[in-house]
């Protein structure tokens, strides 16, 4: 058997995971040298808040005594697969490696660089743990979230760019346009996930968004790949992309979702990502 494992970057907090059979460990975000844990301590709503009345994030990957605690009571008996955030974006992928090298049972734990985040992390761990429910072997299930990651396309509008500068998860270049001038920035993920670029600067979220369905057209995504919107608290502008999508996609599956704390501490109040991804066995 194999035990599918991951945190709260794919948006379920770690009661929502035990429910489905999924151990989440959960990322954390500190405000004035206090720590809180998301989902658990912590709600998007009252993190937004904090930082309206002055407070800073910083987020934090999970704790590494947390990770070598669950490879160690699954991979006692079963095939661990553990499915990160994109290394690069967070210390998450690296957490989990030195957790594996700490486990008595290291030899039987995978760690998965989904190289993405958010909905389509989501979307690689609904499946793999679909997989294992249905019996698919450790190697089986890893070819799957390897072939699928590939096809991930991701962007983000962020409306405050010195969360992200803080962050280092952009060009201090690029920041300085977002905050300087007037102007929608639209990022992208790498292909490598392991940054944030630029991908187009437009007058209106119309025209961001324009940007963002040519780009999914030109790299050949159809209606067969899942999609999703993930916002700090813009339903607005996620309704105007959901919009966009389905103008694009008549028949594309479109899931919304409100992002986790550290993403917010990350993203910015408001910023709304949209994405793409294909599941492929």
Do not use: W
């Not at 658990?40 to 993190?47: D, N, R, Y």
């Not at 002055?54 to 934090?60: Q, V």
């Not at 995978?110 to 761990?125: D, H, K, W």
Request: a neutral charge; one cysteine or more.
């Amino acid at each position: 058997m194999v035990q599918i494992i991951s945190d709260t970057c794919t948006l379920y907090s770690k009661e929502e995971g035990e429910k489905i059979g999924l151990p989440i460990t959960p990322l954390s975000v500190f405000i004035n040298e206090e720590c809180y844990k998301e989902f658990e301590t912590i709600t998007t709503e009252e993190l937004i808040d904090k930082i309206n009345k002055g407070g800073i994030p910083t987020s934090s990957q999970p704790i590494i005594g947390e990770k070598i605690e669950l490879y160690d009571k699954y991979a006692k008996d079963d095939e661990v697969i553990d499915i990160t955030i994109a290394a690069g974006l967070s210390g998450t992928y690296d957490t989990a490696l030195m957790a594996k090298g700490n486990s008595e049972y290291s030899d039987k734990v995978s760690v998965f660089n989904s190289m993405t985040l958010c909905g389509p992390q989501r979307a690689l761990v609904d499946e793999a743990l679909k997989m294992a429910k249905e019996g698919k072997s450790k190697d089986e299930i890893l070819t799957m979230l390897e072939k699928s990651a590939k096809s991930d396309v991701s962007f983000l509008i962020p409306m405050d760019f010195e969360f992200l500068k803080r962050g280092g998860r952009v060009s201090k270049t690029v920041g300085s346009i977002g905050s300087l001038l007037k102007l929608i920035i639209c990022l992208k993920k790498s292909d490598d996930g392991r940054c944030l670029e630029k991908h187009s600067i437009n007058r209106t979220i119309k025209g961001a968004v324009e940007s963002m369905i040519k780009e999914l057209k030109n790299k050949g995504v159809d209606d067969s790949y899942i999609f999703s919107i993930s916002h700090a608290l813009n339903e607005e502008l996620a309704a105007k992309f959901k919009e966009a999508l389905l103008k694009a996609f008549p028949n594309a599956k479109v899931n919304i979702f409100t992002l986790s704390p550290v993403f917010t501490t990350q993203g910015g109040p408001k910023c709304c990502a949209l994405q793409a991804i294909k599941i492929i066995r």
